[in-house]
């Protein structure tokens, strides 16, 4: 086994894991916000920004796609339909089961698609991987204690096990089929559009007092490490 492919395998598992175990994680459950997770927050954009979005333009060029802007066009559209199933669960004419399964669908989606970015993206080598590992996973984390707040048992006796089983299956998927090169670019985009539309949902409420020193912190610290590995 190579060093690449055993830290994909290991990131892998680590998202399994944060999906299982992230509502239980008491320590995150008060207000104001938890720091750890506006530090997850401001990693996750950082991200974004700096490593998934150059990288995708540069694959979108390679890849000679028909227009220059169709990878920010795509991760745009990420963020409006993440924004829009977003407003169709908190509506609150939607019953509470059929919310639930909505979320669900989404981020099992969601998943794949991480899993299938890990297995695809051209790392370097595997200190890449498990940057991109860390930044996602902090993600994820942050994702599954929003879903564990909002629905409770129904999460935790069958919403975890499904998101569990997601980013493998979108791993496996990429490391065995041949799928063409622009769909994926353009399903990485639309990944990202959600992974900002994501973050700042969590960020933003003013009744969850979130720390905007610590998602500064987060952005910077992660941002920074990714702007000196790309010197070196």
Not at 218 to 228: H, K, M, P, S, T
């Amino acid at each position: 086994m190579t060093p690449l492919l055993a830290a994909q395998l290991a990131v892998v598992v680590f998202w399994s894991a944060i999906h299982l175990g992230a509502g239980r994680l008491r320590f995150l459950d008060h207000v104001p916000r938890s720091a750890y997770l506006s530090v997850a927050g401001g990693v996750s954009v950082a991200y974004v920004f700096l490593h998934i979005l150059p990288e995708l333009r540069a694959a979108a060029h390679t890849h000679h796609w028909p227009h220059p802007v169709a990878i920010e066009a795509l991760a745009l559209s990420g963020l409006i339909v993440f924004y829009g199933l977003e407003r169709m669960v908190t509506r609150r004419q939607t019953h509470e089961r059929a919310a639930f399964w909505l979320h669900l669908a989404s981020f099992a989606v969601y998943g794949v698609l991480i899993g299938l970015f890990l297995a695809r993206e051209p790392h370097e080598d595997w200190v890449d991987v498990l940057l991109a590992g860390f930044a996602l996973g902090l993600h994820l984390l942050a994702n599954d204690y929003g879903l564990a707040k909002r629905h409770g048992d129904w999460y935790a006796q069958r919403g975890r096990y499904v998101l569990a089983a997601c980013p493998p299956l979108g791993w496996a998927l990429g490391r065995f089929l041949e799928i063409p090169a622009q769909p994926l670019d353009g399903g990485f985009a639309f990944l990202a559009g959600g992974i900002v539309l994501n973050t700042l949902k969590e960020e933003l409420p003013e009744e969850r007092e979130s720390r905007f020193s610590a998602f500064l912190v987060g952005a910077l610290a992660y941002g920074g490490a990714l702007l000196l590995l790309a010197r070196t």
